[in-house]
């Protein structure tokens, strides 16, 4: 049988847990081969109980080989038109051989409202680079939330004629959610120390942007690095931002889930 025809992708269950956390962490421990700069793999790669609690906020697929378990693929589901591929990895016996493509393929069919497919991957990845260009996602910007590991942003259109829309700045209104927004940095404010009583009461710089496109401009609240990295001029994605006012003025916030992207 042809291996399109013998790979599935199935819903997990709590129950796949830690087949799904043993396959992970055979795979990912394969990064050392493909230009990572140590051992390890992303965070919880390697624990069951990730492998659970990441089943509350993104749709969470096992790869079948005929019957058997060969990997896994995590897909967040904020808005119909855009999806981000948050994880995939397949057991290294099995590598090589069109499942991860296949299983690629069989998540973006279930998702036939999508317009757009994002992801992210170390820039020292050699083979998730070819992996991901080979199937026509492109590289258009730089994710740098982790200082020890730079990240290529990649994007993938899924019908040319029908391009995924960004939201007009100028659109923008207190309490909007899971937005995604392209603009340019016009200004940058000055870093100011907060306590934070979520983050049991750490220090931490934030300061504001100001962050336009042609429909209109927004206060962009920066943190930590993101200060640093941010300069005036630079051309930003803001996936998953939710917009919150503060004092009667707007801003738009990156969030935990969110992401900030330079582009290219
Ligand atoms: C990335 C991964 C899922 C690919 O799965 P796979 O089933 O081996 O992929 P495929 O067989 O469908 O490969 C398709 C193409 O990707 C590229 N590719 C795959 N492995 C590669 C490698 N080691 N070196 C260079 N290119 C590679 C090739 O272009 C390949 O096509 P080809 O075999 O015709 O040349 C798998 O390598 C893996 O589990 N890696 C560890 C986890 C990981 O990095 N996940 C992604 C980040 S979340």
């Known amino acids: 049988m042809a291996m399109k025809d013998r790979v599935k992708l199935i819903e997990v269950t709590i129950d796949d847990a830690e087949v799904l956390a043993e396959i992970s962490k055979k795979a990912f421990d394969t990064d050392i081969d493909v230009g990572s700069p140590g051992e390890g793999g992303p965070p919880g790669y390697d624990e069951p109980e990730f492998q659970v609690r990441v089943m509350d906020y993104f ?65 020292w990845n050699v083979r998730t680079t070819a992996f991901y260009e080979k199937l026509g996602f492109v590289q258009v910007g730089w994710d740098n939330a982790d ?59 934030v300061a504001n942007a100001g962050f336009g496109d042609d429909s209109g401009r927004i206060v962009l609240v920066l943190w930590n690095e993101q200060i640093r990295q941010v300069k005036v001029g630079d051309r930003i994605r803001i996936e998953n931002g939710y917009v919150s006012s503060y004092r009667g003025i707007n801003q738009l916030n990156v969030g935990w889930a969110g992401r900030l992207i330079h582009l290219i």
């Open 59 to 123: 749709d969470c697929y096992r790869i079948l080989l005929d019957d058997e378990t060969v990997g896994g693929v995590y897909v967040a589901s904020k808005t119909p038109g855009h999806k981000v591929l948050e994880r995939i990895f397949v057991d290294p016996d099995h590598h090589r051989q069109g499942i991860g493509t296949r299983a690629m393929e069989l998540a973006m069919e279930r998702y036939p409202e999508a317009r757009l497919w994002t992801l992210g991957t170390p820039e």
């Open 147 to 205: 200082p020890e590991s730079k990240g290529r942003w990649y994007e993938k259109t899924m019908d040319p004629s029908q391009p995924y829309e960004m939201t007009p700045i100028g659109e923008l209104t207190d309490g909007m959610k899971d937005m995604d927004i392209e603009g340019e940095i016009l200004e940058k404010g000055i870093a100011r120390e907060v306590r934070s009583r979520r983050r049991r009461w750490q220090t931490l710089s």
